[in-house]
């Protein structure tokens, strides 16, 4: 479980936020500062005052999986094979072990024809899925993502939700500007001006935003 208490960073405000395992859906209006939340929840800003705990400790940079929103902003490395390397080597993986876990990773998203190309010359799609496999391929038990979605069509999105279904992270956090996606997970946070509006299951949350943009297409087709 993930616990925020007293959180302040820039336009973050949250006295108390309890995250538990599952998938939880982060949606709100841009600007709301939904990709800041992330970052403190991965561990890659600190907060300014307060605490984040995950399972009782400190988020580390490196512990949980993150995938950017922009394809282009994930790469560390310009190999498709280095980028999927690098959590492992940063972990001191042996290399042969390294090698066949990069293998086997690619093969999951059908991209190990790729792997020796740079990823300058990887499509839109091939570099979220790049990232998702790179956020993946350490097994980490805390997963978030930066509304990754946006950049795949429906076929890669199915694949990227097959890869992180068995994944076996306990725990994903997902930003999302789908609000069909987001009502089918178990637990739904609204944040509005940095400050969290509404959290709870997706019955719980919904329907008190049947008049905003933030309502999911199919319960408004089919109620």
């Keep these: 479980m993930i616990e925020?208490?007293?959180?302040?960073?820039?336009?973050?405000?949250?006295?108390?936020?309890?995250?538990?395992?599952?998938t939880t859906a982060l949606i709100g209006a841009n600007g709301s500062g939904k990709t800041t939340l992330l970052r403190l929840l991965?561990?890659?800003?600190?907060?300014?005052?307060?605490?984040?705990t995950v399972d009782g400790m400190l988020p580390e940079p490196g512990c949980a999986g993150f995938v950017n929103e922009y394809p282009d902003?994930?790469?560390?490395?310009?190999?498709?094979?280095?980028?999927?390397?690098?959590?492992?080597?940063?972990?001191?993986?042996?290399c042969e072990e390294l090698e066949q876990r990069v293998?086997?990773?690619?093969?999951?998203?059908g991209l190990e024809r790729q792997l020796e190309r740079t990823m300058d010359t990887l499509s839109g799609g091939?570099?979220?899925?790049?990232a998702l496999l790179s956020a993946l391929i350490s097994s980490p038990e805390t997963l978030i993502l930066d509304?990754?979605?946006?950049?795949?069509?429906y076929d890669s999105l199915v694949l990227a939700e097959n890869l992180?279904?068995?994944?076996?992270?306990?725990?994903?956090?997902?930003?999302?500007?789908?609000?069909?996606?987001?009502?089918?997970y178990g637990r739904v946070i609204v944040l509005h001006r940095g400050r969290v509006l509404r959290a709870g299951s997706p019955e719980e949350v919904f329907p008190?935003?049947?008049?905003?943009?933030?309502?999911?297409?199919?319960?408004?087709?089919f109620r």
């Design 147 to 153: 509304e990754f979605d946006s950049h795949l069509d």
């Design 73 to 94: 902003r994930n790469a560390l490395f310009s190999r498709f094979a280095d980028e999927l390397a690098a959590p492992l080597r940063f972990r001191h993986i042996p």
């Design 4 to 22: 925020i208490r007293d959180l302040a960073f820039r336009s973050i405000r949250i006295g108390h936020l309890l995250i538990p395992d599952g």
């Design 208 to 221: 008190a935003l049947e008049e905003t943009c933030c309502y999911p297409f199919s319960w408004r087709a």
């Design 103 to 109: 293998k086997e990773a690619a093969a999951t998203a």
């Design 42 to 52: 991965a561990g890659l800003t600190p907060p300014d005052t307060g605490s984040i």
């Design 164 to 184: 992180i279904s068995s994944s076996g992270a306990r725990r994903v956090i997902r930003c999302t500007q789908n609000m069909d996606l987001a009502a089918q």
């Design 126 to 130: 091939e570099k979220v899925l790049a």
